[in-house]
């Protein structure tokens, strides 16, 4: 069964308008999720690592204030893209790690945002 | 983390083993090979990882070079499912935090 859940799938919302993605971890209890996104016919770019308890850590060119990631327990991240244009429109995807080198990871399905 | 080189794509006709290069000249001893694949439209899922020795399970072998320079996803039966975007990627958790990185891929087509 899925280890990872990610909601919504899909999205559509107006310019302008804020928009919450839920990943939860269902399968243990994750201190480290992980937040990517992805444009068409392009890899996964690591966006931010979410830390339960405490600030995200963001890659380098991502904004902070318009991404905004919340781990508020060990099994809920949420990424809030906060006034979307339409170049946010992307396939947004969270991770989860056991944790160490030796472990998988493991992935959400995947949102959909499309912003008009 | 310690970069890797794939084809860009490769095509394989249904029902034949299907070889997916990886090569990882810079790795470090302490990285372990990992292999994820993305069905279109879909998030990434763990095939396989390995350190030193090949590897197998349910959905494929990874075979490692000696040297550790290079490595290889074995599906043994290519099916339509297997149409995916295929990663290898090298973790090292001392440095990347659990991170994993993505490289560009491959782009695996199977013919009926």
């Known amino acids: 069964g899925a280890v990872v859940s990610q909601h919504p799938s899909r999205v559509i919302c107006k310019s302008g308008t804020s928009v919450k993605i839920e990943c939860r971890s269902l399968d243990f209890q994750a201190t480290t999720m992980f937040w990517y996104r992805q444009f068409p016919k392009q890899s996964l770019m690591l966006m931010a690592t979410?830390?339960?308890?405490?600030?995200?850590?963001?890659e380098q060119g991502v904004e902070k204030d318009k991404f905004l990631i919340n781990h508020a327990s060990l099994t809920l991240s949420t990424l809030t893209v906060t006034s979307a244009h339409p170049e946010d429109s992307s396939f947004y995807i969270c991770s989860v790690v056991r944790g160490g080198r030796n472990t998988e990871a493991f992935f959400g399905q995947g949102t959909r945002l499309t912003v008009v | 983390d310690a970069k890797t080189t794939q084809p860009n794509s490769m095509e394989s006709n249904e029902e034949e083993p299907v070889h997916l290069p990886c090569n990882h000249s810079t790795i470090s001893g302490t990285d372990y090979i990992h292999w994820y694949r993305q069905l279109p439209s879909q998030g990434p899922e763990y095939v396989i990882h390995?350190?030193?020795s090949n590897v197998n399970n349910r959905m494929a072998s990874l075979a490692i070079a000696e040297d550790r320079k290079s490595s290889t996803l074995i599906l043994h039966r290519a099916t339509l499912r297997d149409a995916a975007v295929y990663y290898c990627i090298l973790r090292d958790v001392k440095t990347s935090y659990d991170k994993v990185i993505f490289g560009p891929g491959t782009s695996l087509s199977v013919i009926p």
């Open positions: 390995g350190l030193t």
């Open positions: 979410s830390n339960e308890g405490s600030k995200a850590t963001y």
